[in-house]
């Protein structure tokens, strides 16, 4: 299957950003995709996701000199949602 719609990945790229989708998220592909049809952009979650990619490639490039620093684990630990504040004691 070739990848369509790619707009902030690389075709070479996919199989390792989804990789890290997935462990930093704890979603699968559903999570973000429709069934059948991965390149649309119906599903309000693969919007969400680009743009926090876009912003993920943004503050590496700034901070980092482009090396993966910030990924999607930094903030979500796994978990669909961040959370926004530790569990409180």
Do not use: Y
């Not at 590496?60 to 090396?67: L, V």
């Amino acid at each position: 299957m070739t990848p369509k719609n790619l707009k902030v990945i690389k075709p070479e790229e996919i199989r390792a950003v989804m990789g890290a989708f997935v462990a930093g998220t704890g979603l699968n592909c559903m999570g973000c995709h429709i069934q059948g049809d991965f390149a649309s952009d119906d599903k309000h979650e693969k919007v969400v996701a680009r743009k926090m990619l876009e912003m993920v490639n943004a503050l590496n490039a700034k901070s980092f000199n482009g090396a993966a620093k910030v990924t999607c684990f930094t903030c979500h630990r796994g978990e669909a949602h961040p959370k926004t504040a530790p569990d409180p004691k």
